[in-house]
């Protein structure tokens, strides 16, 4: 007896071996793994499946269900399989048995929204879709294309939009996946700014996402508006040719915002930063380190004209040995149209510099704040503190 169970558990462990790599010696092995079934089965349903495999497939399966009964992808096998021979009827039989024993059941779902998409019933379709992207968010950049045209009517866009509202998990990826396709791109921005205010806020890389899909797609002037568009009632006040360039509101990071990162060699203060009590403007104090890669940046939509960049600036035996510069350059081609240089020492005082933002050109650009140095050279280490009270861009006459 004791050879028996030895020589049992060695069948059902070579079977577990072969159940992905060669499914149907597994079954040989051990026709009750439901493993290798699976597998055999998604790759028969997958290639030009003959009726004769499918229905061998299913008495596979069905003689499997006694030892099985409560495997919902058994059900969901012979679905499809009843589905390739054109049984629809009994397909749905199948497919409904499985989702009524696992409500996520992959195969079942995809079957169950396709019909319902199918028949126009919208309310079904987004339950189906909303059970799949929760289960299997793998899904969401596969069905994500197809939610414009799911959702296009008034009312079938409402639905999505009411749903949306109540922040599901999987809304963070849908709203990236649309705005990553070129096809999906205008309706992600629509849904951006129809869900600006509703009970449940927009995530801050929600909105990212969408504009950067714009701007990386070249539709600067939409990207700007969707920016407008999202911006709470405390922000919309902060809006200017520079967004808040006074540093009175803790940065987003959206583009149109500022982006700051923090640096090693750094330490920023400005509203909202953790142990900052500064109520305006963005001091850096140095750590007696080299300072490169620094990043203070934001994104500009200036018309073509002649403009001034203005500074006032405050600064306490600063020494910055590679420079420290604000620049303003194109964001298609990185043309530089302004660099004001900072001075070292100590000083509070007025800074500006004339730019031109040429015709055709230049259709948005980066304002950023950056040294020149290359490398980390400890002899080159910068001191002190300088603190950037407004920073503005105003338009020449």
């Not at 919208?122 to 969401?140: G, K, N």
């Not at 002037?221 to 967004?243: D, I, K």
């Not at 149109?256 to 750094?266: M, N």
Request: aromatic share 10%.
């Amino acid at each position: 007896m004791v050879l028996v169970a030895v020589s049992l558990a060695g069948i059902i462990g070579l079977s577990r071996h072969f159940e992905t790599r060669s499914p149907e010696l597994s079954l040989d092995l051990f026709p009750i793994n439901v493993e290798a079934l699976l597998t055999m089965s998604m790759q028969s349903f997958a290639g030009a499946a003959t009726p004769e495999q499918l229905e061998d497939i299913e008495r596979r399966t069905r003689a499997l269900l006694p030892f099985n009964a409560g495997d919902a992808r058994l059900y969901s096998i012979i679905g499809e399989a009843e589905r390739q021979k054109g049984a629809s009827d009994h397909a749905s039989m199948a497919f409904g048995r499985s989702l009524s024993l696992a409500r996520t059941e992959r195969h079942a779902l995809q079957w169950v929204l396709r019909v319902a998409i199918e028949r126009g019933d919208y309310a079904e379709a987004l339950e189906r879709f909303d059970a799949l992207f929760r289960r299997w968010p793998e899904q969401i950049s596969v069905y994500a294309p197809l939610i414009p045209q799911v959702f296009a009517g008034p009312q079938q866009y409402e639905t999505l939009l009411r749903r949306l509202e109540a922040s599901p998990p999987w809304r963070t990826t849908l709203l990236s996946r649309l705005a990553g396709n070129g096809q999906t791109l205008a309706y992600s921005a629509k849904l951006i700014e129809d869900l600006v205010g509703e009970p449940a806020p927009l995530k801050t890389g929600e909105i990212s996402n969408v504009l950067n899909g714009l701007i990386n797609a070249g539709r600067y002037e939409v990207a700007y508006r969707t920016f407008l568009m999202t911006l709470s009632p405390e922000e919309q006040p902060m809006v200017g040719h520079v967004y808040d360039g006074q540093f009175r509101l803790k940065p987003s990071g959206r583009p149109f915002d500022w982006q700051i990162r923090d640096h090693p060699g750094v330490v920023f203060s400005y509203p909202g930063a953790a142990g900052s009590g500064a109520k305006q403007g963005l001091t850096l104090t140095f750590q007696h380190a080299p300072v490169r890669n620094l990043k203070v940046r934001q994104y500009l939509l200036l018309p073509p004209a002649r403009y001034s960049l203005r500074l006032q600036v405050r600064a306490n035996e600063v020494a910055l040995p590679k420079g420290l510069s604000w620049r303003v350059r194109c964001g298609n081609s990185n043309r530089v149209l302004v660099e004001l240089a900072m001075p070292d020492g100590s000083y509070s005082d007025g800074f500006a510099a004339d730019l031109t933002v040429p015709s055709g050109e230049c259709p948005f650009q980066i304002l950023d704040l950056s040294t020149k140095a290359v490398a980390e050279n400890w002899n080159e280490t910068y001191r002190g503190w300088i603190a950037f009270d407004t920073v503005a861009v105003v338009r020449g006459s």
